[in-house]
T-cell receptor, first 117, second 110 residues
Framework: GAVVSQHPSRVICKSGTSVKIECRSLDFQATTMFWYRQFPKQSLMLMAT?????????EQGVEKDKFLINHASLTLSTLTVTSAHPEDSSFYICSAVILRDSDNEQFFGPGTRLTVL | LAKTTQPISMDSYEGQEVNITCSHN???????ITWYQQFPSQGPRFIIQ???TKVTNEVASLFIPADRKSSTLSLPRVSLSDTAVYYCLVGEAGFQKLVFGTGTRLLVSP
């Protein structure tokens, strides 16, 4: 299947700093990527839809000024957690969609573990 | 997007068949049923997708009754490595926006 990578796999930062997480589709182009957040023992929560060349669409309750999303190319979307706080500590997962004539398929990245001290 | 209901957890032993049932009473005509598997600290992995009756691939089978208000993921002869969380999702085949439910935490013991 298609491969989606994330970088870094884990990051520890101090409170108040900003952290950038990259999501790449390695062997296909993705006009749409998604960002999820997952707290321990909980399900994935969709944060936003990232569309290449346009502004991201955020889910209700997700602060767009805090979680900046940029989808500058067909293979890269970035999520920047600005002014991070301990409550932002979570597992962040991206996914990318392959568009086909018959159906679409969504592939997930391995996730990024963010710890804010 | 149709809401799904699954058991929170299930226990099994190596070599047994495991059946996880998902309820989706509000499934729409154009909706498909998709199952994902997630290991700790990893992204979800696609297992199987179906619309009606039965679908089988190399890792699982998916049974969907005629009314399509539920579905059952069947894992034959599970091993310890099948310990994971299994998510049932419902949406159009072309659907992109996925809404994950609680999932079922499967624990396979020796």
């Amino acid at each position: 299947g298609a491969v989606v990578s994330q970088h870094p796999s884990r990051v520890i930062c101090k409170s108040g700093t900003s952290v950038k997480i990259e999501c790449r589709s390695l062997d296909f182009q993705a006009t749409t990527m998604f960002w999820y957040r997952q707290f321990p023992k909980q399900s994935l929560m969709l944060m936003a839809t990232s569309n290449e060349g346009s502004k991201a669409t955020y889910e209700q309750g997700v602060e767009k000024d805090k979680f900046l999303i940029n989808h500058a190319s067909l293979t890269l979307s970035t999520l920047t957690v600005t002014s991070a706080h301990p409550e932002d500590s979570s597992f962040y997962i991206c996914s990318a969609v392959i568009l086909r004539d018959s159906d679409n398929e969504q592939f997930f990245g391995p996730g990024t573990r963010l710890t804010v001290l | 997007l149709a809401k799904t209901t699954q058991p929170i957890s299930m226990d099994s032993y190596e070599g047994q068949e495991v059946n996880i049932t998902c309820s989706h009473n509000n499934i729409a005509t154009n909706d498909y049923i998709t199952w994902y598997q997630q290991f700790p600290s990893q992204g979800p992995r696609f297992i199987i997708q179906g619309y009606k009756t039965k679908v089988t691939n190399e890792v699982a089978s998916l049974f969907i009754p005629a009314d399509r208000k539920s579905s059952t993921l069947s894992l034959p002869r599970v091993s310890l490595s099948d310990t994971a969380v299994y998510y049932c999702l419902v949406g159009e085949a072309g659907f992109q926006k996925l809404v994950f439910g609680t999932g079922t935490r499967l624990l396979v013991s020796p």
